[in-house]
């Protein structure tokens, strides 16, 4: 594998359970600037993507290259290793992905170094993921969650430069199929399709997420859910562990 998840044989579904999101995306076009070639590393089925600009995409799962548009292939290719030279192209993205990396460092200093100007990465800053509810039913979710996510300050001192990091709300009918979209949703989780697009529960064992998704079947059946977290399902915007780093070169 070329990362701690096996999408060639976990990632079928993202296509459709993973989409763009419009208004997640305004803040990653946004971040792009000018940018007129972009390179997508972790580019996985395509989401995020900018329409007007022209992109390179980097994934080596070839189920996730094999969901993506067909007039929108993607190079075998992995972050730690980037077939390309230096300063290749005006920017670079990394959208939900180098939580993944097994080598983070190597794979943002390559990141770097192919891009003459913004490395864009959406991340999830995984000290934020336990306030969401859903870490009172799967705990061991939460867990899988800080594991995995790098520290933030970690990965902007890496990337050098100047660096922001801006939080990310997510919106209540969110098209993006992240945990978190789901704040105000709660029987989307039922569905086995939807937690298969979430490569955080392939860290969970199945005996475990069973019992969590009886239990909140049962919450949901007897009102207790809504009665904790029912003020959630007219909620605009979740203050969601969704982070987006910039970093400009100096």
Avoid: K
């Avoid at 005006?90 to 990396?101: C, N, P």
């Avoid at 509810?133 to 300050?153: K, N």
């Amino acid at each position: 594998m070329a990362g701690d998840f096996d999408y060639e044989t976990g990632g079928s579904g993202y296509a459709t359970q993973r989409r763009t999101d419009p208004r997640i995306a305004a803040y990653v076009h946004a971040a792009l600037g000018d940018a007129r070639t972009v390179l997508n590393v972790g580019a996985g089925a395509g989401s995020y993507e900018p329409l007007d600009r022209y992109v390179v995409a980097v994934e080596p799962a070839r189920a996730m290259r094999a969901q993506r548009r067909p007039d929108a292939p993607a190079i075998d290719a992995t972050a730690e290793d980037l077939p390309f030279d230096d300063r290749s192209f005006d920017a670079v993205m990394a959208t939900v992905t180098i939580h993944q990396w097994n080598d983070l460092a190597r794979g943002l200093a390559e990141l770097r170094r192919v891009s003459r100007g913004p490395v864009v990465i959406l991340t999830f800053d995984g000290t934020a993921f336990g306030r969401f509810w859903l870490a009172d039913y799967v705990p061991e979710l939460a867990a899988t969650e800080l594991r995995r996510a790098p520290a933030i300050e970690a990965v902007c001192a890496q990337l050098g430069g100047r660096t922001t990091v801006t939080a990310i709300p997510v919106p209540i009918d969110c098209a993006d199929g992240m945990g978190e979209a789901y704040y105000a949703r709660p029987e989307a989780f039922l569905d086995p399709a939807v937690r298969q697009s979430q490569s955080a529960w392939g860290f969970v064992d199945p005996d475990t997420t069973a019992q969590a998704m009886a239990r909140l079947t049962r919450d949901l059946a007897s009102g207790e859910w809504d009665r904790r977290y029912g003020h959630l399902r007219t909620q605009p915007e979740y203050p969601s562990s969704l982070r987006l780093i910039v970093a400009q070169p100096d």
